[in-house]
């Protein structure tokens, strides 16, 4: 158990509906990441929080955003969803103290679109 | 642009050892960790390097080399376990890490 605690495990929506997933991380860490997988893929780099505020940005399109809130959960919004958004997104936290490169990952969400 | 590249797949048989690469193009560099993932789970933290050279930790080593931003994972003695997704990702400061589109290994019996 990473520590790192991501809801819902599964989600089923229809296109055009917005969701919303949500990210606890391990006690003490500041820092959120989220990530996209879709099939027999990489991890795609979305969105970074440090602490409450936004740090760093992928290629997270418009029609996805986040936030962090102060007892440090995250939550990321997806709308307007296509097919194209099915995937498993994944949360992670680090301290950044030291070895900030070494991130705990969430079990993650599976998002299917229908 | 920003990339990482490993090849899409190795396979192995058990006991052996297996080297996964992963060469990168980015415009900052603080460090290159590894990352395993089984079908179906989480990526879980292996290694981390920053500086040139070999790190051990089990079975596994990691190595880099900055000057030809070039780093492998070595594993050793090879078990079904290890049958998995192996992913590499740079540190590129400012908060960001990316990662490569991962290396699938395939242990044989």
């Known amino acids: 158990d990473s520590g790192v605690t991501q809801t819902p495990k599964h989600l089923i929506t229809a296109t055009g509906q917005r969701v919303t997933l949500r990210c606890s991380p391990r006690?003490?860490?500041?820092?959120v990441y989220w990530y996209q997988q879709s099939l027999d893929q990489g991890l795609q780099f979305l969105i970074q929080?440090?602490?409450?505020?936004?740090?760093a940005k992928g290629n997270i399109l418009e029609r996805f955003s986040a936030q962090q809130f102060p007892d440090l959960h995250s939550e990321l919004n997806l709308s307007s969803l296509e097919l194209g958004d099915s995937a498993l997104y994944f949360c992670?936290?680090?301290?950044?103290?030291?070895?900030?490169?070494?991130?705990?990952f969430g079990q993650g969400t599976r998002l299917t679109v229908v | 642009g920003q990339s990482l590249e490993q090849p899409s797949e190795v396979t192995a048989v058990e006991g052996a050892i297996v080297q996964m690469n992963c060469t990168y193009q980015?415009?900052?560099?603080?460090?290159l960790s590894w990352y395993q993932q089984h079908d179906g789970g989480a990526p879980t933290f292996l290694s981390y390097?920053?500086?040139?050279g070999l790190e051990e930790t089990g079975r596994f080593s990691s190595f880099l080399s900055r000057s030809d931003s070039y780093g492998y994972l070595l594993l050793q003695e090879l078990q079904m376990k290890d049958s998995a997704s192996y992913f590499c990702?740079?540190?590129?400061?400012?908060?960001?890490?990316?990662f490569g589109a991962g290396t699938r290994l395939f242990v044989k019996a």
């Open positions: 992670a936290s680090s301290s950044l103290r030291g070895r900030d490169t070494e991130a705990f």
């Open positions: 980015t415009s900052g560099f603080y460090g």
């Open positions: 006690s003490g860490d500041l820092s």
């Open positions: 390097n920053a500086l040139d």
């Open positions: 990702a740079v540190n590129t400061g400012g908060f960001k890490t990316i």
């Open positions: 929080y440090y602490n409450g505020e936004e740090r």
